[in-house]
């Protein structure tokens, strides 16, 4: 599959060399480093159809195009981003394997290392790439649709409330999960008030970020998630991820690291006392209100056994206290 698509760069097939499969299959995605005459890339291979839900817009080619000149806006403007290797005739090629068609693209590889346990040093240097990220962005144009992310929260309650109403559940069971919904909605009526400030932002999540060996940022490395996002909703994703001591898989938050990230961002040039408020409310949504807990609350549900949905939604309940408490409104 590799040999031939990397024919379609002038790149000779027999000295290929696969350094490692990265992070396994995600979203039908194939992902592999490799050397090909003595040089290093990341070669990606991106299905069709990446989600089995409809609440991320579908990465069509022309998506995928889109996204790829804003990389190039973003190299020129001094962001370490993905440096893409063309093919010979056009930014990325396609392939089938196994009656499969994947979109293949090739960047030049970046050398760094992951930091997922964050501390206020890491977290205010991450503010400072952030705000010129979305700086540069910021009057970027292009034919992506500007959709808040109120759309996808939405939908995933409209999921909840689904899987809740087919469900057989007790009566403490119903008044748990709809006392959950409820809360749900207060915190979407406060989180999307008012006008948008659209701006273009990737997935930023600390698996996507290399830093060197004196925490320096050297590489972005995410793109299939790049879109338009209202910049305070793009914040308290930034916030949720980077205020983690213990790793991404803790749910642990730290105020002093969200301090620290938010001085290195520099909110308060913008960030006025109503976005404060709605930065609380969206960290509740980040953690609480995501696809992670949506599935697993429908897997308790079409389960014959519900006897974990007082755990599961009481473990989210002190999530989203302790992550609306990191913004002091």
């Known amino acids: 599959m590799l040999r031939e698509a990397i024919q379609f760069y002038d790149l000779d097939p027999a000295t290929l060399q696969i350094e490692d499969r990265l992070h396994g299959m995600y979203h039908s995605d194939y992902h592999y480093k490799i050397r090909v005459e003595e040089k290093c890339y990341s070669a990606r291979f991106i299905g069709k159809r990446r989600y089995e839900h409809d ?10 195009a889109e996204q790829l000149d804003f990389i190039d806006h973003l190299n020129r403007h001094g962001i370490p981003f993905m440096r893409l290797q063309p093919a010979s005739t056009s930014k990325f090629v396609t392939v089938s394997w196994k009656n499969v068609d994947y979109r293949f693209l090739l960047f030049e590889w970046i050398e760094g290392r992951h930091i997922t346990h964050c501390t206020e040093s890491v977290s205010f240097k991450f503010g400072e790439m952030a705000r010129k990220f979305h700086e540069v962005a910021l009057h970027y144009r292009c034919s992506l649709p500007k959709q808040s992310q109120f759309v996808g929260t939405k939908q995933l309650l409209a999921l909840l409330e689904c899987a809740c109403s087919a469900a057989s559940l007790t009566t403490e069971n119903w008044d748990l999960l ?6 749900a909605n207060k915190h979407i009526n406060r989180a999307y008030a008012g006008e948008l400030e659209f701006t273009m932002q990737s997935d930023m999540n600390p698996l996507n970020i290399l ?9 972005i490395i995410d793109f ?6 209202d910049r305070v909703e793009g914040l308290a994703w930034l916030i949720k991820w980077y205020s983690r001591t213990k790793g991404l898989k803790s749910h642990e938050v730290s105020p002093a690291l969200t301090e620290s990230l938010l001085l290195g961002y520099r909110a308060q040039d913008f960030l006025r006392q109503e976005d404060r408020q709605r930065l609380s409310s969206l960290l509740w949504l980040t953690g609480c ?3 992670g807990f949506v599935d697993k609350t429908k897997k308790i549900l079409e389960s014959k056994d519900h006897s974990q949905l007082h755990e599961h939604l009481a473990k ?3 999530r989203g206290l302790n992550l609306s408490a990191l913004i002091s409104i």
Do not use: A, K, P, S
């Not at 830093?211 to 320096?216: G, I, L, M």
């Open 55 to 64: 609440v991320f817009f579908e990465l069509t080619d022309q998506v995928l």
């Open 178 to 183: 709809q006392n959950y919904i409820h809360l």
């Open 211 to 219: 830093w060197d060996e004196d925490e320096n940022i050297v590489g």
């Open 224 to 229: 299939e998630h790049i879109g338009y996002c």
């Open 289 to 291: 209100l995501n696809w």
């Open 316 to 318: 989210f309940r002190d």
